[in-house]
């Protein structure tokens, strides 16, 4: 006896087939994840030592793990409540191994171009004064966001105003960014929050 299958039954077979997640994960190609966006122009040349009135900038990496180490540990409570507002970085806690896996991090994203890390040194290299950020904005409607700080022994000696003042002009001559935030600074915590929240709500 011939088996006889209907058109309807076909066309359901047809559906379900098409249907199926599984061969429908296997007919659709794979979807390309898309690099993220340069935080500068591939043609931009990144500053790599800058020297200032009485510091330079050399960008964060492996080779200052110890001076940026022993800076920020020196002055835990001024900078958490200074810079991170918080008490997860830094702390007490800190390992050898933390601080340099933070340091290939920094250098990682340097040269991938995503973030600039600097650490703020004296001439002689000897000592890391604080750090200079530039990095993605995470509020909408700037180019850029440039964060610093400086130990609590600089900040005491006036070293954080100059630093601000120096980091303002040099941001604005040298890099290629039309609007900049400076979160707590030239936009205070309390605003720079809300533009946060506001932009996560959408």
């Known amino acids: 006896m011939g088996l006889r299958i209907s058109g309807a039954a076909l066309a359901l077979a047809a559906l379900a087939l098409a249907s199926s997640p599984a061969l429908?994960?296997?007919?659709?190609?794979?979807?390309?994840?898309?690099?993220?966006?340069?935080?500068?122009?591939?043609?931009?040349?990144?500053?790599?030592?800058?020297?200032?009135?009485?510091?330079?900038?050399?960008?964060?990496g492996?080779?200052?793990?110890?001076?940026?180490?022993?800076?920020?540990?020196?002055?835990?409570?001024?900078?958490?409540?200074?810079?991170?507002?918080?008490?997860?970085?830094?702390h007490p806690g800190i390992t050898d191994a933390d601080a340099m896996k933070d340091m290939e991090g920094e250098q990682a994203r340097f040269q991938a171009r995503k973030s600039f890390a600097y650490g703020?040194?004296?001439?002689?290299?000897?000592?890391?004064?604080?750090?200079?950020?530039v990095s993605p904005s995470r509020a909408p409607g700037y180019d850029a966001m440039v964060r610093m700080w400086v130990?609590?022994?600089?900040?005491?000696?006036?070293?954080?105003?100059?630093?601000?003042?120096?980091?303002?002009?040099?941001v604005a001559k040298e890099w290629p960014f039309a609007r900049v935030a400076y979160p707590g600074r030239a936009i205070a915590w309390d605003e720079w929050d809300a533009k946060l929240a506001a932009a996560k709500a959408k």
Do not use: C, N
């Not at 200052?64 to 835990?76: C, E, G, Q, T």
């Not at 130990?151 to 040099?170: I, N, P, R």
């Open 24 to 60: 429908a994960q296997t007919a659709a190609p794979a979807a390309t994840a898309q690099p993220a966006p340069l935080l500068v122009p591939a043609d931009f040349k990144v500053p790599t030592l800058v020297e200032g009135p009485g510091f330079k900038l050399v960008p964060l």
């Open 62 to 90: 492996p080779d200052l793990v110890k001076v940026d180490f022993d800076a920020y540990m020196s002055s835990i409570e001024h900078l958490q409540k200074t810079f991170s507002r918080s008490t997860s970085w830094p």
């Open 120 to 133: 703020v040194l004296t001439p002689d290299g000897k000592r890391e004064m604080g750090s200079v950020y």
């Open 151 to 170: 130990t609590k022994a600089d900040y005491d000696a006036g070293f954080d105003a100059q630093l601000y003042a120096w980091v303002q002009a040099w």
